[in-house]
């Protein structure tokens, strides 16, 4: 059983920061991609940013030079530092970890989401 808990979001004015954290916890021998998606009222989930175990990272574009995703790969953690924080971020960030590898097979995991709102 694998387990991904997240810590921080809440609210913000438009251009302040907020840090985002999240830790997978079980029988975890290594993890492959984990990254940051979001959902808002009315949308779809997206993307927001990954990073590999070898610390490839992707942004989605309305994030790139704002957000910074950071991966512990001792603690199966990852960060997600947002700057200059815009209204239409506002959203349920939902933390993801693929290619988990337990001891026999592999599994993939979703966390329960925290909720970031920015105010105008």
């Known amino acids: 059983q694998v387990q991904l808990v997240e810590f921080g979001g809440g609210l913000v004015q438009a251009g302040g920061s907020l840090r985002l954290s999240c830790e997978a916890s079980?029988?975890?021998?290594?993890?492959?991609?984990m990254g940051w998606y979001r959902q808002a009222p009315g949308n779809s989930r997206e993307l927001v940013a990954t990073?590999?175990?070898?610390?490839?990272?992707n942004y989605q574009h309305a994030v790139k030079g704002r957000f910074t995703i950071a991966r512990d790969n001792a603690k199966n953690s990852i960060s997600l530092q947002m700057n200059s924080l815009k209204p239409e971020d506002t959203a349920v960030y939902y933390c993801?970890?693929?290619?988990?590898?337990?001891?026999?097979?592999?599994?993939?995991?979703w966390g329960q989401g925290t909720q970031v709102t920015v105010s105008s």
């Open positions: 079980g029988n975890i021998f290594s993890i492959g991609t």
């Open positions: 993801r970890a693929q290619g988990i590898r337990l001891q026999w097979s592999f599994t993939s995991a």
């Open positions: 990073i590999s175990s070898d610390g490839t990272t």
